[in-house]
């Protein structure tokens, strides 16, 4: 019987297993720059070795993959953080299951991002690809650049991959 993901909000406590969720709500804050500008302080950690490379800031953009969506396929990065911050406010799907020698379709869980949320991924810590919900979805990417082996996939067999159902949260 396949297993059918609920789509959970992305709270922090929720998250945590898996990393820190980037966001403004209920963030350590105090004014800068004269109080002009709020700085929103520390929401997250970059996790790297700087022996092997350096964090690097990059950008993405994203396409809506089809819903249903069976998740056959986890990836996870053992020398550092990985973190997606949305651009343009508009809401995506986060899909993880807690670091380990591989994930166990149990564990596996989705999380609905606001839009608002962006979320940093602990090194080793499995997650699905970025899953938009429109169209060219861009994303500020912040992860460790390196020569050395830094993705690791797992392939879940067929009668382990859950299916997630997001067809009403698509966006035009």
């Not at 819903?67 to 993880?96: C, D, N, T, W």
């Not at 997650?127 to 060219?136: I, M, N, Q, V």
């Not at 067929?158 to 949260?169: E, I, K, M």
Request: net charge negative; with cysteine; glycine share 6%.
């Amino acid at each position: 019987m396949t297993r059918r993901l609920k789509i959970e909000a992305l709270e922090r406590t929720a998250f945590a297993p898996f990393g820190d969720v980037i966001e403004m709500d209920g963030s350590k804050n105090f004014a800068i720059n004269g109080g002009a500008t709020i700085r929103y302080h520390d929401i997250g950690r970059i996790i790297a070795a700087p022996q092997d490379g350096h964090a690097g800031i990059s950008l993405a953009r994203s396409q809506p993959l089809p819903s249903p969506l069976s998740i056959k396929v986890l990836e996870r990065h053992p020398l550092a953080s990985q973190a997606f911050i949305p651009q343009g406010q508009r809401p995506f799907i986060v899909v993880v299951a807690p670091a380990g020698e591989q994930p166990e379709s149990p564990d596996i869980r989705a999380f609905l991002c606001d839009g608002t949320q962006g979320v940093n991924y602990h090194p080793g810590v499995w997650h699905h690809s970025l899953l938009a919900l429109a169209p060219d979805q861009d994303f500020v990417l912040i992860d460790l650049i390196t020569q050395k082996h830094n993705c690791d996939e797992h392939h879940l067999a067929a009668d382990a991959q859950p299916v997630l159902d997001f067809a009403q949260l698509l966006c035009d």
